[in-house]
């Protein structure tokens, strides 16, 4: 079965600063990985996603991601952090029932300080 | 752009009463679903629609039920609420191509008292 593991609840990072959030997955296909922010009192919003070819996806608002087979990781970056950054994030992977079903991880909340 | 609404932001019902969430997307997805969210467990699929009348449990469809009578609605119903229901609910839709993207509305923040 899939599963989805984001390495830490929380992270704080201080504006300019490098952010990184971390996703491991498991999956006995070959799988299709996203990631999705939700910024306070809204829905989930697509920020990249990787289905085939080139490993490294870039997303929306400067954020990109590395799929690592070897690594089964596919953490999330961006060089310089914003205020606006502020958001939970969540990685999701592709569960092989079909139906087009994702499997979440927990979310990870990422706090941005002057 | 794809546009998921759902019916209500916040909610607030009473132990007992039936509660309707509803869910309406307007670009033909075949797929629908009904998540929740609650912190530290990240979303759970309650459960989804892949075509009119048709229905799947996820992981954790008890105490709810759906609807699809449209290809656009998909209904979220609460038979009797209970104050462990309190919680974010989503819904999202996707196309039948295997591409797995989901679309998401911006959620009902339920509160069972």
């Known amino acids: 079965a899939q599963s989805v593991t984001q390495l830490g609840s929380h992270v704080s990072v201080s504006e300019g600063a490098l952010v990184l959030l971390r996703c491991n997955y498991s999956?006995?296909?070959?799988?299709?990985l996203f990631w999705y922010v939700q910024y306070p009192n809204q829905g989930l919003q697509l920020l990249l996603k990787y289905t085939t070819g080139a490993t490294l996806v870039k997303g929306i608002n400067g954020f990109e991601a590395e799929f690592k087979k070897s690594e089964t990781s596919f953490h999330l970056t961006k060089p310089s952090a914003h205020m606006s950054d502020a958001a939970e994030y969540f990685c999701a992977v592709s569960d092989s029932g079909g139906y087009n079903k994702l499997i979440f991880g927990a979310g990870t909340r990422l706090a941005v300080h002057p | 752009d794809v546009k998921v609404t759902q019916s209500s932001r916040y909610l607030v019902k009473r132990t007992g009463e039936k509660v309707f969430l509803e869910c309406v997307q307007d670009?033909?997805?075949?797929?629908m679903f009904w998540y929740r969210q609650d912190p530290g467990l990240g979303l759970r699929l309650i459960y989804f629609s892949y075509d009119v009348k048709m229905k799947e449990k996820g992981d954790i469809p008890e105490g709810y039920s759906v609807s699809r009578e449209k290809k656009e609605r998909f209904s979220l119903i609460l038979e009797s609420a209970s104050t462990n229901q309190t919680s974010m609910y989503l819904c999202a839709s996707s196309p039948m191509r295997a591409s797995y993207e989901q679309y998401f509305g911006p959620g009902t923040r339920l509160t069972v008292t």
């Open positions: 999956s006995s296909v070959p799988p299709y």
């Open positions: 670009m033909d997805h075949e797929n």
